[in-house]
Nanobody, 122 residues
Framework: QVQVVESGGGLVQAGGSLRLSCAAS????????TGWFRQAPGKEREFVAT???????DYADSVKGRFTISRDNAKNTVYLQMSSLKPEDTAVYYC????????????????WGQGTQITVSS
């Protein structure tokens, strides 16, 4: 099975950019669909973006045009490039993987990282 670890979180001002990394070990990440989810205090975990094994992508409407998901197979890593950040993007961001097809539903992902905090100040 695959293990994933997120990194790249931090504090950024509104309008700024950050890049999150989801590094995998144990198996090649490109045979899995990989998703990014986020959870703000008091809210449910929500879908952000996902990339499938053919590099097809899907985004939540709230981040479309601002966030970009990509993968580097040589580094066994999936990235989430975030720009034009808003205070409402503040949350813990999680990377998750599941075999084959991507999904917007966190319950359909099998492997999760520990999360990384993003705080966007106004």
């Amino acid at each position: 099975q695959v293990q994933v670890v997120e990194s790249g979180g931090g504090l950024v001002q509104a309008g700024g950019s950050l890049r999150l990394s989801c590094a995998a070990s144990g198996r090649a990440l490109h045979v899995y669909a990989t998703g990014w989810f986020r959870q703000a205090p008091g809210k449910e975990r929500e879908f952000v973006a996902t990339i499938n094994t053919s590099d097809g992508t899907d985004y939540a409407d709230s981040v479309k045009g601002r966030f970009t998901i990509s993968r580097d197979n040589a580094k066994n890593t999936v990235y989430l490039q975030m720009s034009s950040l808003k205070p409402e993007d503040t949350a813990v961001y999680y990377c998750a993987a599941r075999p084959l097809a991507f999904s917007r539903y966190p319950g359909q992902y099998d492997y999760w990282g520990q999360g990384t905090q993003i705080t966007v100040s106004s």
